[in-house]
């Protein structure tokens, strides 16, 4: 048990070491606004050249250094939480491989070079989905890889279509005829990584996963990876008419039908899986309204209070005989007061409640969103979506920390464990004082300053407490049992995004599996094949004996009429 515990422990040391020892330069980079780009000429032959390049800015050594943070956390809550896993050097090894492939991810700015780990991150998560291998596992897996693979496609095209330009790299991408399918193609892989409609389905299918996997490919590595891939081609997307105006349009509504699927899901980790579809398409909208560093970060906000909300919710599911669903839950907070608390300030942050990491960076893009030339129609789903994300947050409290007890069995041995104390103790910190320090740091990023009139300065928290209003009055049993039903189907599925993904290519692969078998394998096939060749001998067998038969009978009737002949013969002779 020990050594199990020292492989998982020992990668987190190594992960957090790794964080604090970047932060430095992180700071240095980010004071002095330098870029430095390394590029190394693997081999040159004639005039092509295969060069290999890495690039050091403040996005990508700041994002890295959340990654890490963040994936350190959850190795040392790994320790504990998947020690019981007699594979748990295999999964901290799978888990270092994720990681590495997000840095790679961060770091290449060439576009082939790229996909070393936006492929990566595919097959690992993949790995990491279908860990528990039973079949509720491989079918989220298979729909995960699937949507990524769309992803990677893409990737692939546009690749194909910047050789006119005659080079990959991101942050010098010039203008040619093709320049709107290739921001067409970059466009669709992001949606892809980051599950905006509609290929929204596989990120709650992905919760087949461990809990600390869930925890990393929720906040900050694979599903963020399609927000990087439009930040760091943004300059070049804005560029093109009409990019913008989608993505806001996509975005919103992502924002939208993750925010009221949310309020009738009953699974734990789904409902959090949604609040990260969610999250995803306000990072999405701050990108179409022409705001990446704020868009980043958001980004980074999310990411610290998310991977706290995941672990939060991995303890009470662990230590409630893994039971998921939060109508089985209740009364936690005197058995688990910690994990509750955590799990209190990752929900409130969430929200954007003041002075909380999430309120620095959401408060200030619902505002951005009042001031530029938005549709209206655009707003007022913007903030319907917000009100949906404090509604379900305020149902997730209520409904499994302050309702009474329904009866299951708690047992809170691990809240003594130091290594879930110390993962989440760093979360939570980060979680509350993480937004004031970011904001400090992306401040010479931030828009210019502007003045609101005081009543839409105070609709994003006006709209925050009608949520939770509508989530105390709405969520009650009584009224949950009697009309929610109704239309839970509609909004659990996504608009029917989850069956229509899977449903119509595994129905379309059956029916046509079925066809083939009954006209081929069963028809054509068994006609010339095995039951033709069966036909075909058994007549000619039939023939064959039919003419033996009848040879033998010509025989016997020749011989006799011989005899007969030779007989009257031989007699007429004698006589004469």
Not at 284 to 306: D, E, I, N, Q, V
Not at 507 to 518: A, P
């Amino acid at each position: 048990m020990y050594m199990k515990l020292k492989s998982s422990s020992v990668s987190s040391l190594f992960l957090i070491l790794y964080s604090i020892l970047l932060f430095p330069f992180t700071m240095m980079f980010l004071l002095y606004e330098q870029n430095i780009i390394l590029e190394w000429t693997i081999i040159q032959i004639s005039s092509c050249m295969m060069t290999f390049m890495f690039i050091l800015d403040p996005v990508s050594l700041s994002f890295s250094n959340v990654v890490c943070l963040i994936s350190g956390c959850v190795m040392l809550f790994s320790s504990s939480y998947m020690s019981h896993d007699p594979f748990l050097k295999r999964f901290t090894w799978i888990v270092m491989l994720f990681v590495l492939s997000m840095n790679l991810l961060v770091f290449i700015p060439s576009l082939p070079a790229l996909l070393l780990g936006w492929d990566g991150l595919g097959i690992v998560s993949f790995a990491l989905v279908i860990y528990y291998q039973n079949m509720k596992s491989l079918g989220a897996g298979m729909i995960t890889i699937l949507a990524n693979r769309i992803g990677d496609v893409m990737i692939l095209i546009s690749i194909g279509l910047l050789v006119l330009q005659g080079h990959w790299f991101i942050i010098l991408m010039s203008d040619f005829y093709l320049t709107a399918w290739v921001c067409l193609c970059i466009t669709l892989a992001a949606m892809t990584k980051s599950a905006q409609i509609p290929f929204s389905s596989w990120l709650p299918a992905a919760m087949a996963a461990p809990t600390p996997v869930s925890a990393l490919v929720h906040s900050s590595t694979l599903v963020t990876a399609g927000v990087f891939l439009i930040i760091r081609f943004f300059p070049f997307l804005s560029s093109i008419n009409g990019f913008q105006a989608a993505l806001l349009f996509i975005s919103v509504l992502t924002l939208l039908m993750a925010g009221i699927g949310a309020n009738y899901e009953n699974d734990l980790k789904k409902i959090i899986a949604l609040s990260t579809l969610s999250q995803l398409g306000v990072m999405m909208m701050s990108l179409a309204m022409g705001m990446p560093y704020l868009a980043l970060f958001h980004l980074y906000t999310h990411a610290l209070f998310k991977a706290l909300l995941f672990l939060c919710a991995g303890m009470i599911i662990h230590n409630s005989s893994n039971t998921q669903d939060i109508r089985h839950m209740g009364l936690l907070f005197s058995q688990a007061p910690l994990t509750v608390a955590c799990l209190n300030i990752a929900n409130l942050s969430l929200c954007g409640a003041p002075f909380l990491s999430g309120f620095y960076s959401k408060d200030l893009i619902l505002e951005l969103s009042l001031m530029n030339p938005t549709n209206f129609l655009m707003v007022l789903l913007i903030f319907l979506a917000t009100g949906m994300t404090a509604a379900y947050s305020f149902r997730l409290s209520f409904c499994s920390l302050w309702s009474e007890v329904k009866g299951g069995a708690f047992h809170a041995k691990q809240e003594l464990d130091p290594y879930v104390n110390w993962a989440i103790t760093i979360l939570a910190s980060a979680a509350i004082f993480g937004g004031q320090f970011l904001q400090n740091i992306f401040l010479p990023f931030s828009p210019v300053p502007f003045f609101l009139p005081l009543h839409l300065k105070l609709m994003t928290i006006s709209v925050i407490m009608m949520g939770f209003f509508l989530a105390f009055i709405a969520w009650d049993t009584s009224y949950q049992n009697s009309h929610i039903n109704k239309m839970k189907f509609f909004f659990s599925t996504m608009w029917f995004l989850a069956p229509l993904s899977a449903q119509p290519l595994t129905k379309f692969s059956m029916l046509l599996g079925t066809n083939i078998m009954k006209s081929i394998d069963m028809g054509w096939l068994e006609i010339l094949g095995g039951q033709g060749s069966i036909s075909v001998s058994s007549n000619l067998s039939t023939m064959n004996q039919k003419m033996q038969i009848k040879s033998f009978n010509f025989f016997i009737m020749s011989m006799t009429s011989l005899s007969l002949l030779l007989c009257l013969f031989f007699g007429s002779s004698l006589l004469s």
